[in-house]
């Protein structure tokens, strides 16, 4: 995987190609919106600024809406960002006195005006800005989620960062608010990176830092599927991506655009320092895509958006497994299974479970692998399918594991949290064909009878695997 890192990105293109007032220029943000408004790119109204304590008092706070945003106007990481509502009715509120009035965050945090006066002095005193020296606030339009992201997040506001270079989008990313993040779409706090394909506007895999680095499939806090959404607006983001590069004379950056309700795509904001997290959320390094872009002649918005797809999207498979030298296997994948003697290859469709740890077959298939007895030895322990914790706990101190394992097919005992509850699930040893490749493991018996497939490939047997989540799909069924 050819990957990108920060010395090379500082010293190969941030340096190279982005001059020093291109790079001030994207570090305020006032500045940013001006520009914007100016090309007439797409961004939240901004209702005003705040620069001095002097502004801050004379400030009139009946012109601005029930919510808005207040940003620092050099911040970094999201720092500082209040993202308020009025707390009542709009005409009780209005008739309020300016000291009694009280907004509230999405977390529920409240915000009287003199501690809304408060943060503003704080981040006039530099205490959210990039250099830590004084800086202003403005205040601008909050937007209304688009309701394609309704089931992806419960609070917070995604957005979608596209990596600009040489006029050419070279790869972005889907950031859902989580959480662990409080409602920001920033990685390195919490929310999750989706990568997405420049040619479709497809979201493939998704990545979360916190509270470890790992790849995930379903959002933690909503259980919703990550890959596979078609990104509203998609060929319009990747053109605006490509105007803003143009208009701020930075060679290579980052811009973050949401989708309102009701107005599409807006920009946030550009950076200049993107950070390199979007590499893990695409399974590839930004370094070779840069290099097949550098030195290009770009004739037009249109012209860097076609080459940006036609260069980086699709024929994901391909791409992976020439970077990363291992092979790509879909969701669902067809296994050869031998049985218990070795004598017999039983072949089944198999669920690849990148959440789950360990690989589970189900009761039926262990029997046709020779595992029938085991299972008729296990079950004369009479132990419930679905347990609490502390039933569980008592199984445990009890050592009854110990009497399991005697069987001699039964090589461990597994505690198994779901769902459902808790369960023991014995461990028997299997041999398997995946993807050509011979696996030799242990899997767990899962004794219930609703599994949608009869074997569930985990993560310890995925060691020499990527999952691409579009290999493979089932066609779905028309309705009737």
């Known amino acids: 995987m050819d990957i990108l890192g920060i010395n090379e990105r500082n010293l190969a293109f941030l340096r190279s190609y982005n001059k020093k007032s291109a790079v001030n220029l994207a570090d305020d943000k006032i500045r940013t919106k ?37 940003k620092p106007n050099k911040g970094f990481g999201g720092e500082g960002i209040l993202i308020l509502s009025r707390r009542g009715k709009k005409e009780k509120f209005n008739k309020t006195a300016l000291d009694k009035r009280v907004w509230v965050t999405s977390s529920g945090d409240e915000y009287p005006l003199e501690k809304l006066k408060s943060h503003i002095m704080d981040i006039i005193d530099g205490n959210y800005s990039l250099s830590g020296l004084p ?22 506001l995604p957005d979608i960062r596209v990596i600009v270079f040489n006029k050419v989008p070279v790869m972005a990313m889907l950031r859902l608010p989580t959480e662990i993040s409080k409602g920001r779409a920033n990685i390195s706090q919490g929310a999750i990176g989706v990568g997405i394909d420049i040619g479709t ?16 499939e379903k959002h933690p806090d909503t259980n919703q599927e990550l890959a596979g959404l078609k990104i509203p607006y998609w060929e319009k983001i990747l053109e605006m991506s490509v105007e803003i590069q143009i208009a701020s004379n930075l060679g290579y950056l980052g811009v973050d655009v949401a989708l309102d309700k009701k107005h599409g795509p ?32 770009i004739k037009s918005v249109s012209h860097g958006v076609r080459i940006g ?23 669902i994948e067809k296994v050869s299974i031998l049985n218990k003697k070795g004598s017999k290859k039983i072949s089944e469709n198999a669920k690849v479970d990148t959440g789950a740890g360990m690989t589970a077959i189900g009761r039926d298939l262990a029997i ?22 502390s039933e569980v706990d008592q199984l445990s101190k009890r050592k009854v594991w110990k009497q399991i394992v005697k069987h001699p097919d039964i090589v461990e005992v597994a505690k198994v949290a779901s769902s459902h ?60």
């Open 368 to 389: 046709k692998l020779g595992f029938a007895e085991a299972i008729e030895f296990y079950e004369k322990f009479n132990i419930k399918d679905v347990m609490d914790k």
């Open 266 to 297: 807006e920009v946030l904001e550009i950076n200049a320092r993107p950070g390199l997290d979007i590499q893990l959320a695409n399974l590839e390094g930004l370094a070779g895509r840069l290099k097949r872009v550098k030195g290009l002649k």
């Open 201 to 216: 506007g497809m979201t493939t895999t998704a990545m979360v830092k916190i509270p470890w680095h790992k790849i995930i």
């Open 135 to 156: 800086d202003a606030a403005f205040i601008e339009r909050r937007l209304n989620t688009d309701p394609v992201f309704k089931s992806y997040t419960r609070k917070g």
């Open 34 to 70: 001006k520009l914007l408004v100016r090309t007439g790119i797409s961004s939240p109204r901004m209702y005003g600024s705040i620069e001095s304590f002097k502004d801050l008092e004379s400030f009139d706070w009946n012109k601005l809406p029930g919510s808005f945003v207040i």
């Open 309 to 331: 797809k036609d260069l980086f999207g699709g024929d994901v498979e391909r791409r992976v497994e020439e970077i990363s030298g291992l092979e790509v296997i879909g969701i």
């Open 421 to 480: 509850g808790f369960s023991y699930r014995i461990e028997v040893p299997i041999v398997f064909y995946l993807a050509g490749q011979k696996i030799t493991s242990h899997a767990t018996v899962s004794m219930r009878k609703e599994l949608d497939y009869p074997m569930i490939i985990g993560r310890r047997d995925l060691k020499n695997f990527l999952v691409d989540p579009f290999k493979n799909l089932p066609a779905k069924k028309k309705k009737k």
